[in-house]
């Protein structure tokens, strides 16, 4: 399929809440890169808000071209769905396999869509509200996905039209978003060809994440009865009405996931941007808490995908965001992480995680390592008082990838029971 018509690109404005057009979108012919142009209006306006504050400075009058994704840019590629989302989508619409991902940004509806920008064929915005399934709903909407999964026929005909009018979050694994209150969470249930309670053990992580001082997001496990287990997490980017401009680590990195090449996929290189984006010391080194923390528990899950920044109105800056989608590999015991942890490193070794660390902010590397083993202290003691929210067998799990984390990372003076 080809964009000939284009598609004007809306943001949510961070502060009045206040949706207006950015730009417009625009691909001609396949072989073509797609081009993205503020509108003259937005510019005229002196909004503050780039899109993209890497990719996409803020300037009028000009067409940037799209360097990844076969032609579309960065940041609108972000606000796509990935496998999941895309299987709904391609039954529902009969696209090819090869289908453009801009075919996916316009079929996609705005409801649901990840961070603050939306888009549409008309020139004024238009947001079809998101509408979705309450917390009282959690159950039918589990089984509903798992149906949705299994191909098989609806349970509750409303509930999965209201799951298939929502596809556009991104992630390979079968999911919802669910309103309570103000509150928007991302429902993700265990699925049949799971090999572990990946639910629970992606709750337990990010309570040890939070348990050990850093940012993770919130989140909730569910599993009464004989009922499937289910993990809600708050979504950041929403609030009620309002919607939280995103950014995924892919794009500030300028880097294509999935597909791409990994040598672009480097913390040390995201802690630098964050810091080139306006984003606090303390989000560096938070950054390199995180990839710590994946090394230890053997998130090698951790691609540019899985990293985001948010704009933080109060603030008036980009952040990163807390931190998602942590989960410890439960098949193997990684010895290599997915993004660089120094210059063309993945491994997991206290050398390699030490090796960049002034790129992180650390004066020298000596305060980079009294750094690490007070983080890793923190994490060890953090670990039994979590560790309750675990069936036995992925405790002992756990509790031998944290032993030999540490071995990794630890020096060689130190003593881990
Ligand atoms: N707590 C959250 N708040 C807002 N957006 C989120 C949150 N968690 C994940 N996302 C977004 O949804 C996408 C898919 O979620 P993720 O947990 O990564 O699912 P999967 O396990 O399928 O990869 C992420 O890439 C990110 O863009
Ligand atoms: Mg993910």
Known sequence: MTISKPLFVYLQRPDTGEWVTVGRY????????????YAPSYIDARLPWSVDPVNLPLIGGIEHLAQRYRGLHDVLRDTCPDTWGRQLLQREYQLPDNAHDSDYLRIARNGDRWGALATGAARKPSIDALRSPKLQQLDGLVEELQAMSERRPPVDARLRKMLMSTPSMGGARPKGTLRDGEDYWLVKPIMQSDV?????????????????????AQSVHHQVGGAPSVVRVLRFDRKADRRKMAISAASLLSAEYPGGLRAGWSYPLLAQILQRIGAPLRDQIELFDRMVFNAIVGNDDDHPRNHAAIYDI????????????????????????AMQVSA????????????????????????????????????????????????????TLLRDRLANGMRQLAARTTKYP
């Open 196 to 216: 572990a309670d990946i639910p629970r053990l992606e709750h337990f992580t990010l309570k040890w994440g939070t348990a050990s001082g850093l940012n993770f």
């Open 344 to 395: 063309g490193r993945f491994d997991i070794t206290r050398e390699a995680v030490l090796a960049d660390a002034e790129l992180f902010g650390f004066k020298d590397q000596n305060e980079a390592e009294l750094h690490l083993d007070a983080l890793l202290d923190t994490i060890a003691s953090a670990f039994p008082t979590v560790q309750a929210e675990l069936p036995a067998e992925l405790s």
């Open 314 to 337: 109060q603030e008036k800056r980009w952040r990163l965001s807390p931190a998602f989608d942590v989960v410890p590999n439960p098949e193997m015991e990684p010895k290599a992480l």
């Open 26 to 37: 625009a691909r001609q012919r396949d072989d073509e890169p797609g081009m993205f142009m």
